[in-house]
């Protein structure tokens, strides 16, 4: 999951008909069909990939103290999204 997000920031990033093609394909070969249609029809795909690695994030098993600090590094990309 967290590739989506690396993939849609770069996606973000390049000019609007460089990659379009090739990112799309990618997310419906590597992600759910809704997880990756959800990603793809966002208005800003790489905060619709941190939305999904934050609700994986509170599938996990473990402590709510780990969750948490998972949960602060999501919120530093976040921030450094702007």
Same mark, same amino acid.
């Given at each position: ?7 849609? =920031? +770069?996606?973000? *990033?390049? #000019? ?8 799309? /394909?990618? =997310? +419906?070969?590597? *992600?759910? #069909? ?8 966002? /208005? ?39």
């Amino acid at each position: 999951m967290t590739w989506a997000f690396v993939r849609s =920031m +770069k996606r973000h *990033l390049s #000019p609007p008909g460089e990659d379009e093609e090739d990112y799309i /394909a990618e =997310m +419906k070969s590597r *992600l759910t #069909p809704e997880q990756a249609e959800a990603i793809i029809s966002a /208005a800003h795909r790489p905060n619709r990939a941190l939305y999904d690695l934050s609700v994986a994030i509170e599938k996990l098993p473990m402590h709510f103290l780990r969750k948490d600090e998972l949960n602060k590094n999501l919120s530093i990309f976040e921030d450094t999204l702007g």
